[in-house]
């Protein structure tokens, strides 16, 4: 090839290269490609499935909750009044604007439980979800969103907009869980432990009494140790028969982590959430871990093969829903400062405040009195 066709050539691939390239550039800014589809209408509707999951899927728990346990029965028994002491929240938006009205002014009955049946109707109940035949409550099961979502408080206190992935502080879920009638399943489970051999129904509703307001013991059903009798820090006894409940966490912010929890030994999220949804709430899933296998650290999973939970993949209620889950925990923002925190900080500068006055007016008084900076005496000091 001759130099000046080269040049002619590459004049024309140069021409070519802009005419094309150029267009799609432009093209790519204002659109990203839709090869295979948009990763941002792929990723609202898996937030918008995430969401719904989160707050009102229960993996099929019924068959735990109200088929072994029937807490239906004590759910169907409850007050507003009691329910709302028992730390539940009410979704002020899947209320009527008329009815978060007379909720304000006292014109709802609170101390009437069918009002709180009619609630679980309209899914105003965080976490709480219902059957219904006709207005008799036939089935309840829980979701992430009983222990992991709170409420704003705006309307009174418990009732309010929803806040997905909040700890929910309030929350007695051993005392909700100590109120169903049959606990019988419970004590077969924590007796397949060699310690807890002879536990008895009243044993468990102690232990679950125990854990008071916003804990939750994750790994009971794992290892059945209630209390740690002998809490260790840096070689030392620290604290006995301390109990194994832990503070209700956060499930915002949690991108980019991995081994969750407190301790921080579990896993991915997707990992703990399967875990969840098929070992705590007892939901219809599938979730395999040899680790629990381990008879020492984990008698009553190794026992129950908890670590081998299968069903066919048909009647799997959990692990389709996993990646939609996941995605909804990820993009939940991190943690803003609690109300109590910046309530915290308003004090902390109001006695800042306080302080800083009372030094000026100490400065003032001293220097008054002849004290001043230069520590040289006024006569009237003499
Ligand atoms: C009964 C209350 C309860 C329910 C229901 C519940 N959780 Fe939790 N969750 C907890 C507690 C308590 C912990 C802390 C466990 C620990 O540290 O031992 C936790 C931990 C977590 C963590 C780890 C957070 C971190 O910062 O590492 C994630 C993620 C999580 N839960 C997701 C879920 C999902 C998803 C569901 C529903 C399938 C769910 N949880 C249902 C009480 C609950």
């Known amino acids: 090839m001759r130099v000046i066709d ?5 004049a024309a ?9 150029a267009p799609l550039h432009a093209k790519h800014v204002q659109k990203e490609s839709q090869f295979l589809g948009s990763a941002q209408d792929n990723s609202k509707e898996l937030i918008n499935q995430g969401r719904q999951i989160f707050r009102f899927d229960t993996y099929g728990d019924e068959v735990f909750w109200t088929g072994q346990l029937h807490i239906e029965q004590a759910v169907s028994q409850l007050t507003p009044v009691t329910a709302l002491g028992l730390g539940l929240k009410v979704d002020s938006e899947a209320l009527s604007p008329s009815v978060g009205e007379a909720i304000k002014q006292g014109k709802i009955n609170l101390n009437d439980p069918a009002v709180t049946i009619a609630l679980i109707k309209q899914n105003a109940v965080l976490g709480v979800v219902g059957t219904f035949s006709n207005n008799t409550l036939e089935k309840v099961g829980f979701t992430c969103a009983l222990c992991h979502s709170t409420v704003d408080d705006s309307v009174v206190p418990g009732i309010g907009k929803r806040i997905d992935g909040l700890g929910n502080r309030d929350l007695n879920v051993g005392a909700i869980v100590a109120a169903a009638p049959n606990l019988q399943p419970v004590v077969n489970l924590l007796q397949l432990a060699p310690q807890d051999a002879g536990i008895t129904v009243q044993d468990v509703r102690t232990v679950l009494n125990s854990w008071g307001p916003g804990k939750f ?8 140790k209630a209390f740690n009798p002998e809490q260790m820090t840096n070689g030392m006894i620290t604290a006995n028969m301390v109990s194994g409940a832990t503070l209700m966490p956060n499930a915002r912010g949690l991108s980019g982590h991995n081994l969750h929890t407190w ?10 959430n399967a875990f969840v949804a098929v070992n705590e709430l007892h939901g219809i899933g599938t979730f395999f871990d040899e680790w629990f296998d381990d008879a020492i650290q984990f008698p009553i999973a190794a026992a129950a093969k908890l670590g081998h939970v299968s069903v066919d993949p048909d009647s799997d209620q959990v692990t389709g829903k996993l990646a939609a889950l996941h995605f909804y925990q990820l993009a939940l923002p991190s943690v803003q400062p609690r109300p109590e925190s910046i309530l915290m900080r308003q004090r902390q500068r109001a006695v800042m405040n306080y302080l800083a006055e009372k030094r000026t007016a100490i400065a003032a008084i001293m220097s ?3 004290l001043n900076r230069a520590g040289i005496s006024t006569p009237r000091r003499k």
């Open 13 to 21: 691939a140069a021409v070519l290269t802009v005419a094309v390239w």
């Open 6 to 10: 080269v040049l002619r050539v590459s």
């Open 217 to 224: 013991d994750a790994e009971l059903f794992l290892d059945g």
């Open 368 to 370: 008054h009195s002849g």
């Open 263 to 272: 301790t921080g030994g579990w896993g991915t999220v997707t990992y703990w």
